[in-house]
Each structure stands twice: as structure tokens, then as C-alpha cells.
């Protein structure tokens, strides 16, 4: 993809996500997007979670990705599906006959006719119809923007309907595309910091010409930017592994950002009136998709000093 391509592209997405539309898929085919994506693969997926991470803007977009890259259910059963995703401490798991699953859907759940569901414990992917469980419970909370809603359920597996696809590869996918989101949110609260230290005085001269903030703003831009070269690689290697280490430093960096941004905005950064707050709030939701950064930096150093070998760079 060509810089004007591209530039064309992002502002179209831009455009679409700060319309906010009720149903983020029927704009972005409006747009064509599924052509884009069968032009341009991995590029596409990585502007539109970067725009949507820019916009601060929550939507069912990821559920797509990670049918797409599991080899997909047909076409129908897919647009009336909503995958289940782990979150923070809730998982899924099979056992004694039993498919057992807490997590949180991204879509409205009165319009899907079943859920996708894949448990930790084993490969096998679930469907489930939505008329079989109990209704999703809205969560409101920390991040009520972000329209999550819990679903939980235990039911016998002969009530699921099992479907053998590579999920290992489909969760990579998302890390991928959730590394692009938080990146994306990262780089809008660095904007709104590095505006207000530019405008805002103290002592008669913007608080920017002081080092400290200047240095802090720098570190985060140079974490972002090293999140983002991860994520080119994760791509290209197209590896779980690259993906999970892209995600984890991803989620670091945008925590690392997070905290400069608020120390330097200071209080009014943490009201609900002012942009930061809200680009803060999400990211905590978006680290909190397939295992944040803490949990996964542990797994990642647990498998290096379990199996004692660095994986081999792409290209080495």
C-alpha cells in the first residue's frame, strides 16, 4: 500500500469512527473494506485498529479478525456470531462433559443468533446458540463506553456444537489487531498531553520548555514506536509467539504513556470532562483482551526459562 493509498484509506476510517455508527461493519462495507482486506491483508487490519484506537471508539470489529484467521465460519453464521473473549481473570474451560465459559462479548448480544467460544483448556472452538443460555449482563463499571457485556454459562458439551479450527492462530490475530488499538491509543494521549504542555503556563512559559515532562512525553514516544516496529514483525512472521510479545510490550508502552500523560496534564487529566480520562479508561479494557501486559510478560518468561532458547528473529 502506497503512502496516498493509505493516507486516503485512514482518513475514510477516521471519518467512519468519528460518526460513532451504531453498526461499525455495515460502514466500513460501505466502504468496501472487505475488498481492501483481500487487496491488502495485514495492512488494512492495521489501520483501521490503529484509526479506532486513535478515536477512542469501541466496536465488534476484533470479533471479525479472529474468525477470518481461524478459517472463518460460512459467511451467514458468521455476521449473526459474537465471540466470547477472555478478560482480565474470566476464561473458559471444558470439563467432565461440561463447556464451562465466563468472558465478554464486544457486539450487542440481542442481535447474535450464537456465540463463538473457545476454551483455554483444550483446541476445540464452540458454537453456541444465544437461546440455549442465559442473556449477557451489560457491564458498566470502569469503562461503560467500551459496551461490554458478561456472559456466562454451563452447559453440557453435546449442546455445543464443536467446530476444529486453529484458534492458536486466531488469538494471534487479535493480539495482533488489539497491538495496533493500544498503539493507536497511545499516540492520541501523547497528542493531548504534548498540546497541553504546549499551552499551558506556568511562571510565564509553557510547562513543555521544562525537562522533566519534555523527558517522560519522549520516552513514551519512543516506547510507542518501538511497540509499533513489534507489530510490523509480529505480522510478518505471522508467529503466536511475535504476536503475544508485540501485545505485551504494546500494553507496556501504552502504560508507560498513560502515566506521563496524566503526571503532566495533572488533575484535570483524571476528570471525566477532559479527552484523557476517557483514551485512559479504554485502554485498560483493550489491555485486558487476551491477557494484559503483566500476565503475559510472566508467560513469556516462564516459556524462555522453561524451554532455555531465544526464538529466532524473523529473517535470521
Not at 128 to 141: L, M, R
Not at 168 to 189: H, K
Not at 238 to 249: I, S
Request: hydrophobic share 45%; aromatic share 6%; glycine share 10%.
Amino acid at each position: 500500500m502506497d503512502a496516498d493509498t493509505r493516507a486516503m484509506l485512514a482518513g475514510s476510517v477516521r471519518a467512519l469512527l468519528q460518526s460513532q455508527p451504531a453498526d461499525l461493519a455495515a460502514g466500513l462495507a460501505e466502504l468496501g473494506w472487505d475488498e481492501v482486506v483481500a487487496d491488502y491483508g495485514a495492512t488494512a487490519i492495521e489501520l483501521l485498529f490503529t484509526e479506532q484506537g486513535k478515536a477512542g471508539v469501541a466496536s465488534a470489529a476484533l470479533d471479525g479478525v479472529l474468525i477470518a484467521a481461524s478459517g472463518g465460519l460460512n459467511p451467514s453464521a458468521a455476521r449473526q456470531s459474537l465471540v466470547v473473549h477472555p478478560f482480565g481473570s474470566l476464561a473458559s474451560s471444558v470439563g467432565s462433559g461440561r463447556l464451562c465459559v465466563d468472558g465478554v462479548v464486544l457486539g450487542e448480544p440481542t442481535v447474535a443468533g450464537s456465540y463463538v467460544v473457545a476454551a483455554d483448556n483444550c483446541a476445540a472452538v464452540y458454537a453456541v446458540p444465544t437461546t440455549s443460555v442465559a442473556p449477557a449482563e451489560p457491564i458498566a463499571g470502569f469503562d461503560p463506553s467500551s459496551s461490554l457485556s458478561r456472559v456466562r454459562f454451563d452447559i453440557a458439551i453435546d449442546d455445543a456444537r464443536e467446530h476444529e479450527r486453529g484458534w492458536e492462530f486466531a488469538i494471534a490475530a487479535a493480539r495482533r489487531a488489539l497491538a495496533c488499538e493500544l498503539i493507536g491509543n497511545g499516540r492520541a494521549m501523547l497528542d493531548i498531553a504534548v498540546e497541553h504542555v504546549g499551552q499551558r503556563h506556568q511562571f510565564g512559559r509553557p510547562i513543555g520548555a521544562n525537562q522533566t515532562p519534555r523527558h517522560r512525553l519522549a520516552d513514551a514516544y519512543v516506547q510507542l514506536s518501538a511497540a509499533r516496529e513489534l507489530v510490523q514483525i509480529a505480522y510478518v512472521s505471522d508467529r503466536p509467539w511475535d504476536a503475544t510479545v508485540a501485545k505485551t510490550y504494546a500494553g507496556y508502552a501504552v502504560d508507560t504513556t498513560s502515566r506521563a500523560c496524566l503526571q503532566v496534564c495533572g488533575a484535570m487529566g483524571l476528570t471525566s470532562e477532559h479527552p484523557l480520562g476517557g483514551y485512559v479508561k479504554r485502554f485498560r479494557t483493550l489491555d485486558a483482551l487476551y491477557g494484559s501486559w503483566q500476565q503475559t510478560m510472566r508467560a513469556v518468561g516462564e516459556q524462555l526459562l522453561l524451554a532455555r532458547v531465544i526464538p529466532r528473529g524473523v529473517g535470521v
